[in-house]
């Protein structure tokens, strides 16, 4: 099994920064796409950003220009540099990585537990 862990989430004032980080352990053989997920409350969980084994990124439209997502492939963690953070940006934000799991070379998609972010305006 792989566990994914969180942390960096907080309460920032709007136009500050905070920065996530998320490590997968457990039975790893490899990872492929790495990425974060964010949702709140009363609203569906929506893409922040996601990231290839070979450093390709992806954003959603509401975050370019203001996050970015990078990953150490050697220590199996993903950050999320936030910037310029405004209140619509307040919700629990959830770390995926989609893992080959070892003996089996079985493939599954894993969730962190989640760290809520809050944007006071």
């Known amino acids: 099994q792989v566990q994914l862990v969180e942390s960096g989430g907080g309460l920032v004032q709007a136009g500050g920064s905070l920065r996530l980080s998320c490590a997968a352990s457990?039975?790893?053989?490899?990872?492929?796409?790495m990425g974060w997920y964010r949702q709140a409350p009363g609203k569906q969980r929506e893409l922040v950003a996601t990231?290839?084994?070979?450093?390709?990124?992806n954003y959603a439209d509401s975050v370019k220009g203001r996050f970015t997502i990078s990953r150490d492939n050697a220590k199996n963690t993903v950050s999320l540099q936030m910037n310029s953070l405004k209140p619509e940006d307040t919700a629990v934000y959830y770390c995926?990585?989609?893992?080959?799991?070892?003996?089996?070379?079985?493939?599954?998609?894993?969730w962190g537990q989640g760290t809520q972010v809050t944007v006071s305006s």
């Open positions: 457990g039975s790893i053989f490899s990872i492929n796409t």
């Open positions: 995926n990585a989609d893992v080959t799991l070892l003996p089996l070379f079985r493939v599954t998609s894993s």
């Open positions: 990231i290839t084994s070979g450093g390709r990124a």
